[in-house]
Nanobody, 126 residues
Framework: QVQLVESGGGLVRPGGSVRLSCTGPGSTFSNNAMGWFRQALGKEREFVAAISRTGVKRYNTDSMKARLIISRDNAKNTLSLEIYSLKPEDTAVYYC???????????????????WGQGTQLTVSS
């Protein structure tokens, strides 16, 4: 069982930035591919970004790529997501997830991920 814990959400004004973090246990974390998803109220869960265990990155869209940085620190068992130029449409619950089966992947499919955190709410509003 891999327990993931997200943090860093809250209320942020449009145009601002935020850093979301996700921590997990020990060596299991460093061997996994990791992903960020988000789910807005009334909408389906949406892929945001993923990073393989070796640091290969994937973003949902080019427009997202321009405003996001996904990174990982395996020594600290931490996954991060920095979002810049926040927009109201970024409002959602953000989830981190671990792909245990294929650490070299960067899947954009929720079904590829084995473990999920409980999420952190990010609200972008003035």
């Amino acid at each position: 069982q891999v327990q993931l814990v997200e943090s860093g959400g809250g209320l942020v004004r449009p145009g601002g930035s935020v850093r979301l973090s996700c921590t997990g246990p020990g060596s299991t974390f460093s061997n996994n591919a990791m992903g960020w998803f988000r789910q807005a109220l009334g909408k389906e869960r949406e892929f945001v970004a993923a990073i393989s265990r070796t640091g290969v990155k994937r973003y949902n869209t080019d427009s997202m790529k321009a405003r996001l940085i996904i990174s990982r620190d395996n020594a600290k068992n931490t996954l991060s997501l920095e979002i810049y130029s926040l927009k109201p449409e970024d409002t959602a619950v953000y989830y981190c997830a671990a792909d245990v089966a294929y650490g070299g992947g960067t899947s954009n499919l929720p079904a590829a991920y084995d473990y999920w955190g409980q999420g952190t709410q990010l609200t972008v509003s003035s």
